[in-house]
């Protein structure tokens, strides 16, 4: 009866903004971002990523609650780059990362494929 | 200052086996967290076409009206094309009530019994208005006679099953089928089941090895629940036959301390290489289920890009000055 719409989970809310980031007033180069209707599943590849850059000191995300669909990412940088610049830079990243694959997948298949033919 | 050094990898992708609804690759030189996003992807964020409303003329079945609505929406359709269709949630040529091309398609059903022999009501059953979209059964099997009829299941194959009737009842619907993701409701999910291992390394102790009898090398092999190693018969020693048969259930490992041989072997799991298995619901082929899935977390990762006016390093530079 008064079970949230199941769509919560993916639709963000109407004037929330999907990613938004705060910075850390006591330690210089350190910032959280709060990402909306997402999980672990871009919550994990981006830490990941950003454990890339050796200009990153500190990466780490989480879910803070099963019912609130929302991940927060904090960064902590050296001086040589800044939060919003390294979080930038891994989505960039493995954006690219992606393209890459889906392109060495498409020409896996079409080797494949010839392979089956030379088979016959 | 914006991209001036990338820590970006070149994943090696090797494709073992491809069928419609069965895909093997190899993925390399990448790590867990690419593998685990795409098999997340696969499972509950590839869309695909599903029945989601269902509005019922006649029911004198023995099965209830939301009964029938779920079995209904349960049954896997033709998807091609529904990474272009719209959500009916952002159709603006309707109001998301199944009207409009963009966004849905309509079934109906029309079934009666009037024989003392009960009637199946099945998936075969439902006349669709789009012709690229139908119960997947029903494509496979239109597609296997128009080829070669001996490919799928002959005679025994009608459809699947939805409900029976008996003497005198009847099912009477309209349904609208809708795009949507996994995440929603499983019954939007094309993935039947998605998987990923680390591909097994295994290192044999040879000299160690070699201390063992005969007998007590078979006893080792035979320790493993999968069989993952054997003995060469001309030179009797120990060789592994299938390495990925092994499930990192550490039996052999335990089985050489007990024999008093630690350190016979050794296994690690390569942490930059997987082996996928992909097995699609038949709503879209598994190569391309791969395919949409990659699209689909390119389109997450533009989603949470920080917008250009929130971009601000300078400011950021100057507020600690």
């Known amino acids: 009866m008064n079970a949230p719409d199941r769509y919560e989970r993916f639709v963000v809310p109407e004037g929330t903004k999907k990613v938004s980031y705060e910075r850390d007033t006591k330690i210089v180069n350190a910032a959280s971002f709060t990402v909306e209707r997402e999980d672990h599943t871009i919550g994990n590849i981006i830490r990941m990523q950003l454990h890339r850059d050796p200009n990153v000191l500190f990466a780490g995300y989480k879910l803070p609650h099963p019912l609130q669909y929302k991940i927060l990412v904090r960064i902590h940088t050296t001086s040589q780059s800044s939060p919003t610049q390294a979080y930038g830079q891994a989505i960039e990243d493995l954006d690219k990362e992606l393209q890459y694959l889906k392109k060495a997948l498409e020409e896996e298949k079409v080797r494949y494929e010839e392979n089956l033919r030379q088979g016959y | 200052m914006e991209g001036a050094v990338s820590y970006q990898r070149f994943p090696k992708v090797r494709i073992r086996e491809i069928k419609d609804d069965y895909m093997k690759f190899e993925l390399r030189e990448t790590d867990a967290s690419i593998a685990n996003a795409l098999r997340r992807v696969m499972i509950a964020e590839v869309p695909t076409v599903a029945i989601d409303l269902v509005e019922i003329e006649v029911n004198s079945t023995v099965l209830n ?10 049954v896997p359709l033709t998807s091609d094309d529904a990474m272009r269709m719209r959500l009916s949630r952002d159709c603006d040529s309707c109001d998301g009530d199944g ?3 963009f966004c849905s398609v309509e079934f109906h059903l029309n079934v009666s019994c009037d024989s003392d022999q009960t009637l199946d009501v099945t998936s075969a059953d439902l006349r669709s208005t789009e012709p690229r979209v139908c119960p997947v059964d029903v494509a496979a ?5 128009g080829v070669d009829s001996t490919s799928y299941d002959t005679g025994d194959h009608r459809g699947i099953l939805i409900v029976k009737l008996r003497r005198g009842q009847e099912l009477r619907l309209r349904a609208i089928a809708r795009k949507g993701i996994g995440k929603d409701h499983a019954k939007w999910s094309p993935a039947a089941t998605v998987t990923f291992m680390y591909e097994p390394e295994i290192h044999i102790n040879e000299e160690l090895m070699e201390t063992l009898t005969l007998e007590e090398k078979r006893n080792w092999i035979d320790s493993s629940p999968t069989k993952v190693f054997d003995i060469d018969p ?3 020693q120990v060789v592994v036959v299938d390495a990925e048969a092994y499930t990192y259930d550490d039996e052999v490992i335990k089985k050489a301390e007990a024999m008093g041989k630690p350190g016979l072997i050794e296994i690690y799991g390569k942490e930059d290489s997987f082996i996928f298995t992909v097995e699609s619901t038949g709503a879209i082929k598994a190569y391309q289920l791969v395919i949409n899935a990659i699209e689909i977390l390119r389109q997450k990762l533009d989603a949470v890009r920080l917008q250009d006016s929130e971009e601000s390093d300078f400011g950021e530079l100057s507020a600690h000055l």
């Open chain 2, 65 to 74: 009206d939301e009964f029938i609505a779920h079995r209904l929406g349960l």
């Open chain 2, 99 to 101: 009207q409009c091309e």
């Open chain 2, 141 to 145: 099997r239109a597609l296997s006679l």
């Open chain 2, 234 to 236: 001309n030179t009797h």
